[in-house]
């Protein structure tokens, strides 16, 4: 599906030197607090500062850190997407209007909305989530599920996953997070409480089946090569209690479960409401807001209140990790 799109000069302010000009460390992990985008290197050093003039609800930046997507607070659960090019400075409108849901299919005052933007590994692709927002009735996980889509970068046009449509027979789920594997091949997401891998073509599902009967909420966390998946599953089986929350690495070979001791490299680490996870930094949602560690430096974000449309919304800072395990740091049969 195509959409109109438009270009403008984006005026970003640079507030420090990027990386390659003054420093021999890379940026692992990237936050936005207020409007300004933070990249630093695992030592707690700030690499660079972009001032992006605005208030973003979500964002992805590619490998190369050339290009930068941005979603809108438009909505409690989303906005549009718009592509940052952080070279030239210019802007482009990613969506114009709905992609998937047929306005007349939505309820009254309810409107599509995109999140989750991740970059493929080569930077031609973006994988999203689309599902709805309907202030009305209240947002929550079942009301407003959707697929996932891929966007080619180069031609605009928008792939909608099939194999996301239907979840075991039980249709949407808010399915979030799209998480590329390292050859580019599968994209790993979850949803209520499970994790689930599909090509990037959408034509097969996988569900890996995470969880257990006992304990049923299960969230995948980041691949680990192209064979493994880091994820956390909650012991308590109570949904918003992180404290209950432990670590497994789940083989995609033999669908078998193991202790990531190895994979495990900050000593004390916790794995309480774990949402990112690499050898050098890790995210965690906590019950106030968000929390990044990497083996250098801590980062505390509380939750923030905005206003939209005479409403209310609370959200914690958007916050990523731009680098994935190392190939020293993953397992033989993860490779």
């Known amino acids: 599906m195509r959409n109109r799109l438009f270009h403008a000069v984006l005026f970003l302010t640079f507030l420090?030197?990027?990386v390659f000009a003054q420093t021999p460390d890379e940026p692992v992990v990237a936050y936005v607090s207020g409007t300004t985008l933070t990249l630093a290197a695992s030592?707690?050093?700030?690499?660079?500062?972009i001032?992006?003039?605005h208030p973003v609800y979500n964002f992805a930046l590619s490998k190369d850190r050339k290009l930068l997507v941005i979603v809108y607070p438009d909505t409690e659960t989303g906005g549009h997407m718009s592509l940052l090019n952080l070279q030239t400075h210019t802007q482009t409108r990613l969506t114009n209007g709905n992609l998937y849901f047929k306005v007349k299919d939505l309820d009254k005052g309810e409107t599509e909305v995109f999140d989750d933007p991740a970059f493929s590994p080569d930077g031609h692709s973006l994988a999203f989530a689309i599902h709805t927002d309907n202030p009305g009735d209240g947002n929550d996980a079942i009301n407003d599920s959707g697929p996932l889509a891929v966007m080619d970068l180069q031609t605009r046009k928008v792939r909608v996953l099939k194999s996301t449509e239907n979840i075991d027979g039980q249709g949407y789920c808010f399915s979030n997070t799209p998480m590329w594997s390292p050859d580019g091949k599968w994209i790993l997401f979850s949803c209520e409480s499970g994790g689930f891998i599909t090509d990037a073509r959408g034509t097969t599902l996988r569900d890996l089946k995470l969880g257990t009967d006992q304990e049923a909420d299960a969230s995948p966390v980041s691949w680990v090569g192209n064979s493994c998946v880091l994820y956390v599953q909650n012991i308590n089986a109570t949904p918003g209690d992180y404290d209950g929350d432990e670590a497994l690495l789940f083989n995609l070979h033999t669908s078998k479960s193991q202790n990531p001791a190895s994979l495990m490299t900050f000593p004390n680490r916790s794995v309480a409401g774990l949402t990112e996870a690499s050898d050098s930094a890790f995210i965690r949602r906590t019950r106030s807001g968000r929390f990044?560690?990497?083996?250098?430096?801590?980062?505390e974000f509380p939750e923030i209140k905005r206003i939209l449309k005479n409403r209310y919304s609370w959200r914690a800072p958007s916050a990523h990790i731009l680098s994935g395990w190392k190939p020293s740091s993953i397992p033989p049969e993860c490779k």
């Not at 990044?292 to 980062?299: A, D, L, Q, V």
Request: proline fraction near 5%; avoid cysteine; aromatic fraction near 4%.
């Open 292 to 299: 990044i560690e990497t083996n250098g430096k801590k980062w």
């Open 16 to 18: 420090a030197i990027p």
């Open 43 to 49: 030592s707690g050093q700030v690499i660079q500062k």
């Open 51 to 53: 001032d992006l003039k």
